[in-house]
């Protein structure tokens, strides 16, 4: 019998508190297992912090129960295990099992080439946010503290800052699906969905209302 210790991981703190992102991935964690025969899971493990951070005392937990368990690590998405390819290397190299359910089949040159490429995208991302946030402060506009307490987070102003960071993740990936041919809603929609990009909720469903939400608080 195989056994599995499944890590779920948020980005933020807002999204720890309401529990979004957290159901989508333990949803695609389940519909994995259904796939695997006789199979445990150990203990599912959960953490609220950024992939750009190399200090998650969880997953540090979870890699440690593995290794003396011999147990292997699951992961509704690689993404949510990393998008750091060192650290993939380093994993690698330890003799650590690990899986993710969206791609279970992947090679370790796929792996290396997945991670990889999500690390380009983190590093564009991140260099787009900062130049809007820039622009933003240019223009007066008042910016949430990214250190508010979990209180304060639920305030409509930290929301409405997180709801502005996320319009300025996906409209660029909005405009690229665009460029390649695909003008209607549903079909972004679609688009959105195949390339793993989670909505402002958390699912990787989208529907063509949520892309018009999207859109149309953006212009």
Not at 114 to 124: D, I, K, N, T
Request: hydrophobic share 40%.
């Amino acid at each position: 019998m195989k056994s599995f210790v499944t890590y779920l991981r948020v980005s933020t703190s807002l999204q720890g508190i309401e529990g979004l992102g957290i159901e989508a991935q333990r949803t695609a964690v389940s519909s994995f297992l259904k796939t695997q025969g006789e199979s445990v899971v150990v203990r599912e493990m959960v953490e609220v912090e950024s992939g750009k951070n190399g200090d998650r005392p969880v997953l540090a937990e979870a890699l440690e129960l593995c290794r003396k368990g011999n147990h292997t690590l699951l992961v509704a998405k690689l993404d949510r295990l990393t998008r750091d390819l060192f650290f993939v290397c380093q994993l690698q190299k330890s003799g650590t099992d690990f899986v993710a359910a969206d791609n279970p089949h992947a090679t370790p040159l796929m792996i290396h080439l997945l991670v990889a490429f999500a690390q380009f995208e983190r590093e564009q991302i991140s260099s787009r946010t900062k130049a809007a946030l820039r622009a933003a402060k240019s223009r007066g506009q008042r910016l949430g503290n990214p250190n508010l307490s979990d209180a304060r987070l639920r305030s409509s102003e930290a929301k409405r800052a997180q709801a502005a960071l996320f319009r300025t993740r996906v409209l660029p990936i909005v405009d690229q699906i665009k460029a390649a041919g695909v003008s209607s809603l549903s079909g972004i929609a679609k688009a959105l969905s195949a390339r793993g990009i989670a909505t402002a909720y958390g699912s990787e469903k989208w529907s063509a209302q949520a892309v018009k939400n999207l859109t149309t608080l953006a212009s």
